[in-house]
């Protein structure tokens, strides 16, 4: 059964930055996209950042790009998201997931295993 582990969350001042880790056991890495989602209070969960399963394409929602870095190491099961430059709106729940397809993680999004999320709070 794959699990996926969410941590790097925090408290950070506006501008700022922080390293989001997920590590993923219970299956084959390799064989999955990966992707960020968020979820603010009150708010719909959103797609954030999503890689495929080489590595070598990586996708950014509107919001993300410029800003934001996604990678993965495949040696350590690992999935990262780099947030450089926060702002106080994007306090919310991050969400690690893993797809077959990336396309379900971009859409939807849909993926078929979820993290527990960590907490990302950005003070103005």
């Known amino acids: 059964q794959v699990q996926l582990v969410d941590s790097g969350g925090g408290l950070v001042q506006a501008g700022g930055s922080l390293r989001l880790s997920c590590a993923f056991s219970?299956?084959?890495?390799?064989?999955?996209?990966m992707g960020w989602m968020r979820q603010a209070p009150g708010q719909e969960r959103e797609y954030v950042a999503a890689?495929?399963?080489?590595?070598?394409?990586?996708y950014y929602s509107d919001s993300a790009k410029g800003r934001f870095t996604i990678s993965r190491d495949n040696a350590k099961n690992t999935v990262y998201l780099q947030m450089d430059s926060l702002k106080p709106e994007e306090t919310a729940v991050y969400y690690c997931?893993?797809?077959?397809?990336?396309?379900?993680?971009?859409?939807?999004?849909?993926?078929?295993?979820w993290g527990q999320g960590t907490q990302v709070t950005v003070s103005s």
């Open positions: 997931a893993a797809a077959k397809a990336a396309s379900r993680l971009r859409v939807g999004p849909d993926p078929e295993y």
């Open positions: 219970g299956g084959t890495f390799s064989s999955y996209a």
């Open positions: 890689i495929s399963w080489s590595g070598i394409s990586t």
